[in-house]
């Protein structure tokens, strides 16, 4: 199976399909509940796939270099930016794309599921990003001490847990309220990738260096770092999208905006 094929037949088909339900509701005026329309659907999905770019490109081309994956050179194109071919970027843009476009039906289809329980905003937060940061620590260590089996998972986690503790530390109230919304999106996706990705690795695609992998084994044969890498992934991407949709995120971001421009004006003032 050749990249391309894997992002055509796994991904753009599911997108388009969304995206004919997306123009389908619409035109019945099916459309976001109005605590999420703080950004058009357009612009919120446009906005991730930038960050989800920007923020995976160096971090992937660091594993093919060091070997941690590497890809079949017969399968891809051979168009190579950096080390990474680009149908690899294509999927970190497909990947962001259809699970943006999943979490937003479920929001159209569901607009009930929004929790209204209070969750004290400050402490919540905190806790919530402490626990991350801890975690986080945890797989440092794992890399100084250089235990190649774990590598590939430690270089996954100190990747991808410092955008999940800014959002949690700017709004984990916010995503409790939406945690239907977050499960129901994360858990299927991380499932239908992971299987995906299996077959992928099954056909030789891409592989997995087993040197620097725990060799543990969901599903057969996929080795257990890909499904937390999919779990991660789609965890960032929906909590991502939640918080620039909320109404309530960028009432808190208004605000924080204006106290940071009101301290600054006091600070100039002779």
Not at 48 to 69: F, M
Not at 108 to 119: A, G, K, L
Request: net charge positive; proline share 5%.
């Amino acid at each position: 199976m050749t990249y391309f094929g894997f992002l055509a037949v796994f991904l753009c088909i599911p997108i388009a399909l969304l995206w004919a339900v997306q123009t389908y509701d619409a035109r019945r005026g099916v459309l976001l509940p109005q605590g999420w329309r703080s950004k058009s659907v357009l612009l919120t999905i446009t906005a991730q796939v930038i960050i989800a770019v920007l923020y995976t490109t160096p971090w992937d081309n660091y594993l093919v270099a060091t070997r941690v994956w590497w890809y079949n050179p017969g399968l891809v194109t051979g168009f190579v930016i950096g080390y990474v071919p680009i149908e690899e970027y294509t999927f970190f843009v497909l990947q962001t794309v259809l699970a943006a476009s999943w979490l937003l039906l479920l929001v159209r289809r569901r607009p009930t599921w929004d929790s209204e329980s209070v969750i004290p905003h400050t402490s919540f937060r905190t806790w919530v990003t402490a626990v991350l940061a801890l975690l986080w620590l945890c797989f440092v260590v794992m890399l100084i001490v250089r235990w190649e089996p774990g590598r590939y998972l430690a270089l996954l986690m100190v990747w991808a847990l410092p955008p999940l503790m800014l959002q949690t530390g700017f709004g984990a109230d916010i995503l409790v309220r939406s945690w239907r919304y977050l499960l129901i999106t994360v858990l299927p996706m991380t499932l239908y990738l992971a299987v995906a990705d299996k077959l992928a690795i099954s056909s030789g695609t891409w592989t997995i260096n087993p040197e620097q992998s725990l060799n543990s084994f969901v599903f057969g044969t996929l080795p257990i770092e890909e499904l937390i890498f999919f779990f991660m992934t789609n965890l960032l991407v929906a909590v991502g999208v939640t918080l620039i949709c909320s109404t309530t995120s960028q009432s808190r971001l208004n605000t924080y905006i204006q106290s940071f421009k009101s301290r600054r004006k006091m600070i100039e003032q002779p």
